[in-house]
Each structure stands twice: as structure tokens, then as C-alpha cells.
Antibody
Framework: EVQLVESGGGLVKPGRSLRLSCTASGFTFGDYAMSWFRQAPGKGLEWVGFIRSKAYGGTTEYAASVKGRFTISRDDSKSIAYLQMNSLKTEDTAVYYC???????????WGRGTLVTVSS | AIRITQSPSSLSASTGDRVTITCRASQGISSYLAWYQQKPGKAPKLLIYAASTLQSGVPSRFSGSGSGTDFTLTISCLQSEDFATYYCQQYYSYPLAFGQGTKVEIK
């Protein structure tokens, strides 16, 4: 089955770090870029960033709201994408989704999401 | 950064109604626009890409139109399973941006 499963969410204090994982199955992970999105409680969708496939250099792009604090990486041997979140703020509280990115700009495969709550 | 204005923010409709949702981009984005449906507690589901191309498996009662700055999602005959929140998303340039969402509720 083609799917993405996020993990690693939880409750964390402001200023702390957290790493999310996105485990892929059912497709050739290394052929795709991987993107992260988030959705604050009761709010709309926000793009967080993405990492290109190795074929396209494995480079990354980030939203201004997380640039310098969040880092996306990938381990193609394990079919996992990571979102390292540092210096977390209360406004980072959201459900975080990973998506398969066929370099098209739109997203046909989403994980179920993992909730990150930043609170003291 | 490109901004997307989506309207209305919510609407009430009955099963069988025709529903129209609009998105306006702050600058021309050609046809680089997608539409998603999201139900409570679930991930978004891709409905339409390239402004008017129906994603595989999506019912034909959904349709999209527009190019440049103005876009429309139409549900021709609303079904019970269509009550959800709908988002448009531009992918003309980064940062990717979504509209604020339209919640379609039962009248």
C-alpha cells in the first residue's frame, strides 16, 4: 500500500527541539521530493518546506516563518524524511503533515499528520 | 510572495445544490492552482490540479476553471459526503500558498 506515516509529535516546551519522521512505503521514495505542511488548530494549511530528491541535488526550501529554525533531511535507505524543529515557539503548535512531492507543486499523497503542541 | 484570497469563508447548502467557491491570486499564476477537500481530523485530499484537471478517482461533479488570477471550484450536485472544507493552493512559485478555506455546511 502506498502510504506516508508521520511520527514524533508531542508536547514540548517553548525553546526546545523536536524531530518528526515521515516513513514512506509502497513507492520508490528516492525518486520523490518530500514536503512538509502544518495546520494550527482550527486554522488553514501552511507550507513548511521541502527537500528535493537526490537526482535534483537534495536541496531544501523553507517558509520564512521557519527558516533558520527547521531543517528537513532524508534517508533514502530507510525511506524516511525528517523535520528537525529547533527553538520552538507556541505558534508552531499544529498538526504536521508530510507529502509526496513529484516536483509538480501539488500533492496527491498525504500522511495522517502528527500533532505538535508547544506549551509551557 | 503570492497571496490567495478565497471566498466565501463558509456557506450553507443542501444536498443537490450547485456550489461555487472562488480563489483570487495577488498576481497571475497561469493555471498553477490546485483544489483540496479536507474533512475533520483528516488530511487534505487532492481534487483538481492545473486549475481544471480532475485527479484520478474524483467524482465528475467536481470541476475547476480559471487562469491568471481568478479561479473557481464548482460542485454541480452536492452530495452528503461533500460537506467539508475546501482549499485552493497556488504552485506558480515558492512559497506555496493556500487560500483561507471554505467550509461547506449543511443547510
Amino acid at each position: 500500500e502506498v502510504q506516508l506515516v508521520e511520527s514524533g509529535g508531542g508536547l514540548v516546551k517553548p525553546g526546545r527541539s523536536l524531530r518528526l519522521s515521515c516513513t514512506a512505503s509502497g513507492f520508490t521514495f528516492g525518486d520523490y521530493a518530500m514536503s512538509w505542511f502544518r495546520q494550527a488548530p482550527g486554522k488553514g494549511l501552511e507550507w513548511v518546506g521541502f527537500i528535493r530528491s537526490k537526482a535534483y541535488g537534495g536541496t531544501t526550501e523553507y517558509a520564512a516563518s521557519v527558516k533558520g529554525r527547521f531543517t528537513i533531511s532524508r534517508d533514502d535507505s530507510k525511506s524516511i524524511a525528517y523535520l528537525q524543529m529547533n527553538s520552538l515557539k507556541t505558534e508552531d503548535t499544529a498538526v504536521y503533515y508530510c507529502t509526496r512531492d513529484g516536483e509538480t507543486g501539488y500533492f496527491d499523497l498525504w500522511g495522517r499528520g502528527t500533532l505538535v503542541t508547544v506549551s509551557s | 510572495a503570492i497571496r490567495i484570497t478565497q471566498s466565501p469563508s463558509s456557506l450553507s447548502a443542501s444536498t443537490g445544490d450547485r456550489v461555487t467557491i472562488t480563489c483570487r491570486a495577488s498576481q497571475g499564476i497561469s493555471s498553477y492552482l490546485a483544489w483540496y477537500q479536507q474533512k475533520p481530523g483528516k488530511a487534505p485530499k487532492l481534487l483538481i490540479y492545473a486549475a481544471s484537471t480532475l485527479q484520478s478517482g474524483v467524482p465528475s461533479r467536481f470541476s475547476g476553471s480559471g487562469s491568471g488570477t481568478d479561479f473557481t471550484l464548482t460542485i454541480s450536485c452536492l452530495q452528503s459526503e461533500d460537506f467539508a472544507t475546501y482549499y485552493c493552493q497556488q504552485y506558480y512559485s515558492y512559497p506555496l500558498a493556500f487560500g483561507q478555506g471554505t467550509k461547506v455546511e449543511i443547510k
